[in-house]
T-cell receptor, first 117, second 113 residues
C-alpha cells in the first residue's frame, strides 16, 4: 500500500487554466504539507495543515488554494496557471501535531510534475 | 532567517569509495537537522536526523552524519558507496526560534561503476 499518494503523476496544461492535484495519506498522520520543487531541485514549503487546519502558509500567490476535507487528504487547487508554476509538487505528511511540526519525519509522495505551456 | 548551504551541487564518486556530502547552516541556536534522499523520479525519504544527544547519528543504508555545533555543520558520510546510492541528497534544518523548516539546494551524488 502506498503511504502517501498523489494524482495525477503528470499534468500538462495551457496557461490560464485551473487545475487540481490530489493527495492522500494512509499513515494516520495528523499533518500534511505541500512543497514545490523547481527545475533546479530547490524545495520550498508552500502550505501545511494539521487536522484540517492551516498552520503554515508561506508566501504563495493567492492563485494557489489548499483544501483539506479530512486529515487524510490535502488537495491543491491552482487558478490561472502561469508558466512559472511549472515544477514538481510534492505532498508530504508527518505524524504529530503543531508541537512536533519541526521534529517529526516527513513522508513524501512521488510528486506531480506540472508543465504549463 | 535560517539558511542551509550544501556546498557541492554535484559529487561524482567511484563505487566502493567513501563519500562526504557537506551541509552548513547559518545559526547554531535551537536547530534540528535532517538528511533526506530523493531517488530518481521518486519523493524524498528520510536518511537520518539529529534532534539531541549523541552528535554522531546513524541512518539507513549505511549513512551517518555528525552534528558539529561550533562549525554549524551536519555533513553526511558513507564509507563505501554503491551504485544504488546515486540520488539527490537534501540537508534540512528546523529553526525552532523562527518556527521554520528549510531544505538546502541539494547535492547530486553519482556513483560511477
Amino acid at each position: 500500500d502506498t503511504a502517501v499518494s498523489q494524482t495525477p503523476k503528470y499534468l500538462v496544461t495551457q496557461m490560464g487554466n485551473d487545475k487540481s492535484i490530489k493527495c492522500e495519506q494512509n499513515l494516520g498522520h495528523d499533518t500534511m504539507y505541500w512543497y514545490k520543487q523547481d527545475s533546479k531541485k530547490f524545495l520550498k514549503i508552500m502550505f501545511s495543515y494539521n487536522n484540517k487546519e492551516l498552520i503554515i502558509n508561506e508566501t504563495v500567490p493567492n492563485r494557489f488554494s489548499p483544501k483539506s476535507p479530512d486529515k487524510a487528504h490535502l488537495n491543491l487547487h491552482i487558478n490561472s496557471l502561469e508558466l512559472g508554476d511549472s515544477a514538481v509538487y510534492f505532498c508530504a505528511s508527518s505524524q504529530g501535531g503543531t508541537s512536533r511540526l519541526y521534529t517529526d519525519t516527513q513522508y513524501f509522495g512521488p510528486g506531480t510534475r506540472l508543465t504549463v505551456l | 532567517a535560517q539558511s542551509v548551504t550544501q556546498l557541492d551541487s554535484q559529487v561524482p564518486v567511484f563505487e566502493e569509495a567513501p563519500v562526504e556530502l557537506r551541509c552548513n547552516y547559518s545559526s547554531s541556536v535551537s536547530v534540528y537537522l535532517f538528511w533526506y534522499v530523493q531517488y530518481p523520479n521518486q519523493g524524498l525519504q528520510l536518511l537520518l536526523k539529529y534532534l539531541s544527544g549523541s552528535t554522531l547519528v546513524k541512518g539507513i543504508n549505511g549513512f551517518e552524519a555528525e552534528f558539529n555545533k561550533s562549525q554549524t555543520s551536519f555533513h553526511l558520510r558513507k564509507p563505501s558507496v554503491h551504485i544504488s546510492d546515486t540520488a539527490e541528497y537534501f540537508c534540512a534544518v528546523s529553526d525552532l526560534v523562527g518556527n521554520q523548516f528549510y531544505f538546502g539546494t541539494g547535492t547530486s551524488l553519482t556513483v560511477i561503476p
